[in-house]
């Protein structure tokens, strides 16, 4: 028994964490501006929004893969 709740623990470091509260996260560290300097996508860059850029990153794996790598290394 123990063993099968082992198993079913994931190794993913954002298992459960939502994007929105990733970017979320990242705004509140880093603000627009410097999010969008080491992100560069437009949708950090020119009239930014949560809205917006939970749109573009839900859509486009690669940006969220950047923004997923820059929350774990911020939270390191």
Known sequence: MEENKQQN???DPLHCVKLADIVQYLQAVYGWKEL???IQI???QFDPSIKSSLKFLR???WAREKVEQLYLE???
């Open 36 to 38: 969008g300097e080491r």
């Open 42 to 44: 437009r949708c950090f």
């Open 59 to 61: 859509r486009t794996p």
């Open 9 to 11: 623990i994931s190794n």
């Open 74 to 76: 911020s939270r390191q």
